[in-house]
């Protein structure tokens, strides 16, 4: 079954500080899509960040980029230049392809703290 | 602007009634998808609608129902026969329901079972 892990319950990090949030995914498909979400305590989630599993450079969205190593399964975001606004969950959710309709599976969230 | 709303932002129901969550979305997309998170987990699909009447079950259904008369509308009916309901309930929509496609979502609504 497809799965994804995201083991850090929680991340401190000072502003303007790099930081790394982990996630790994469990698949057997070879065509699949990895997504990254923020959800701040209003609740809403917010797409940040897209690689699909053919890409062969990492995707990059301004201060996010998506470290993808296929070989290891992982799919880690990278957030540059931490700023305060950046304190919120954030979710790593995969999508499989072979099935001609998107459904996605999310991991647990990370919560995110930036300090001043 | 374009966007998804959810109403009401907070819901209170009492055992044994039905609720109804509403959806809308003016991004003109085809797809249509509503969630659910409980603290502390991610989100869990519940059912997901590609065109106009016609939509799928996801992996949580049981006690919970929806309709997709409209493009622009997808409310979520959570009706007695769910055990647990209190969660907070987010929808999606995204442009086809192709796998490469983005979903974009609304703020969410509340529920709490009193």
């Known amino acids: 079954a497809q799965k994804i892990t995201q083991t850090q319950p929680g991340m401190f990090v000072q502003e303007k500080e790099a930081v790394t949030l982990d996630c790994t995914y469990d698949?057997?498909?070879?065509?699949?899509?990895l997504f990254w979400y923020k959800q701040p305590s209003s609740g809403e989630m917010i797409f940040l960040i897209y690689?699909?599993?053919?890409?062969?450079q990492n995707a990059t969205e301004g201060r996010y980029s998506l470290n993808f190593q296929k070989a290891r399964k992982s799919a880690n975001l990278v957030i540059s230049a931490s700023q305060l606004g950046d304190s919120a969950m954030y979710f790593c959710?995969?999508?499989?392809?072979?099935?001609?309709?998107?459904?996605?599976?999310f991991g647990t969230g990370t919560r995110l703290l930036v300090s001043p | 602007d374009g966007g998804i709303t959810q109403s009401p932002k907070y819901l209170f129901r009492k055992e044994g009634q039905n609720v109804t969550l509403s959806c809308e979305q003016n991004?003109?997309?085809?797809?249509m998808y509503w969630y659910r998170q409980d603290p502390g987990q991610g989100l869990r699909l519940i059912y997901y609608?590609?065109?106009?009447?016609?939509?799928q079950k996801g992996d949580i259904a049981e006690g919970y129902s929806v309709s997709r008369e409209k493009k622009e509308s997808f409310p979520l009916t959570v009706t007695s026969a769910q055990k647990n309901p209190t969660a907070f309930y987010l929808c999606?929509?995204?442009?086809?329901?192709?796998?490469?496609?983005?979903?974009?979502f609304g703020p969410g609504t509340r529920l709490t079972v009193l």
């Open positions: 690689q699909g599993s053919y890409d062969e």
């Open positions: 698949t057997s498909d070879q065509s699949y899509g």
């Open positions: 991004l003109n997309h085809d797809a």
């Open positions: 959710a995969m999508s499989l392809m072979n099935t001609g309709f998107q459904k996605l599976v």
């Open positions: 609608s590609q065109i106009v009447n016609d939509f």
């Open positions: 999606a929509s995204s442009a086809r329901g192709g796998p490469t496609d983005t979903q974009y």
